[in-house]
């Protein structure tokens, strides 16, 4: 629908930006609800962040999602964090307060969480064994705490899965090479690693310790079904695709910017994976 002089604004900012799939996905959303608001692609360079917060602020902005390079500098810029934004050190969604103040979050691992249970799935019905102790593996972390599950980490540099075990008590260690063998009593696998993304390695996996109520999950998106997905589902197991924390992980901020919960259904699946390779 056309803009009035009242239509509510957001957008993401990135460097680039050009390959966001935000605005399509919040602008149709939009669309859907019937809602006067714009969601525009906003390319802000390194160093420039700040700047561009406090003008899109002063013009009036609801908020921002914030992608790469931003998203720890977005963090420190912000007056609050929730939780899972502490522990990532790194914030995807800003809301621009009334009073001035800055609201950070980190979406990922809520959308994560969002989208097994959308396919069904009790977060919290076993142990989870992450692969990866990256930015998206601390978010996942934190969300899976909160909802009460016992979290592992796998990861290749085993400092790095240190620094995450020091900052998210009640995580686990898991010697990485040894991952495949410690499936036994794992309820749910998430791969958090960029390993499976198109034009990237595979995740070299062995999914024959793996209990038949495993539940595999990858946050890879393109392809939709990385190898480790093909190889759970010919194991039988049940698979989640990470289209899904895609989508899911963009709701939080379309709720408070525009003040409606939209849905993640078949036509938005449809709409994101028709821009994805397969
Ligand atoms: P993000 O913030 O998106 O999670 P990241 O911080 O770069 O991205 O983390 C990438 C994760 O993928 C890390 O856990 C990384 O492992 P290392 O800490 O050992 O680098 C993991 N990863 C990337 N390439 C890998 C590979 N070839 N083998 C194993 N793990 C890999």
């Excluded at 500098?73 to 914030?91: H, K, R």
């Excluded at 994560?112 to 019905?125: C, E, H, K, M, N």
């Amino acid at each position: 629908m056309p803009l009035t002089g009242h239509a509510r604004l957001a957008g993401v900012i990135g460097w680039p930006v050009s390959h966001s799939r935000s605005p399509l996905l919040h602008n149709h959303w939009l669309a859907r609800h019937g809602i006067d608001g714009a969601y525009v692609p906003l390319p802000v360079a390194p160093g420039k962040l700040e700047t561009a917060l406090r003008g899109l602020q002063a013009a009036g902005f609801a908020g921002v999602n914030v992608t790469v390079p931003h998203k720890q500098a977005a963090a420190a810029l912000c007056d609050t964090l929730d939780p899972a934004a502490s522990a990532t050190g790194s914030a995807n969604t800003l809301v621009f307060e009334a009073d001035g103040r800055i609201a950070g979050s980190s979406t990922d691992g809520l959308g994560f969480v969002a989208s097994l249970r959308a396919a069904g799935i009790d977060p919290a019905a076993g142990p989870a064994l992450l692969l990866g102790a990256g930015g998206a593996a601390r978010s996942i972390a934190s969300a899976l705490l909160a909802c009460g599950a016992a979290v592992r980490v796998a990861n290749r540099t085993p400092e790095r899965a240190g620094s995450l075990l020091r900052d998210q008590p009640g995580v686990t260690l898991v010697p990485w090479p040894s991952w495949p063998e410690r499936l036994h009593d794992v309820a749910l696998l998430v791969n958090t690693t960029s390993l499976g993304m198109a034009g990237q390695a595979k995740l070299p996996a062995d999914l024959s310790h793996a209990p038949s109520e495993l539940v595999v999950a990858d946050i890879v998106y393109a392809p939709r079904e990385t190898m480790l997905l093909a190889q759970a589902r010919a194991r039988g197991l049940r698979t989640v695709e990470g289209i899904g924390m895609l989508l899911h992980q963009a709701v939080p901020g379309f709720a408070a910017w525009f003040g409606v919960e939209p849905a993640v259904d078949d036509e938005v699946v449809a709409l994101l994976a028709g821009t994805l390779v397969s």
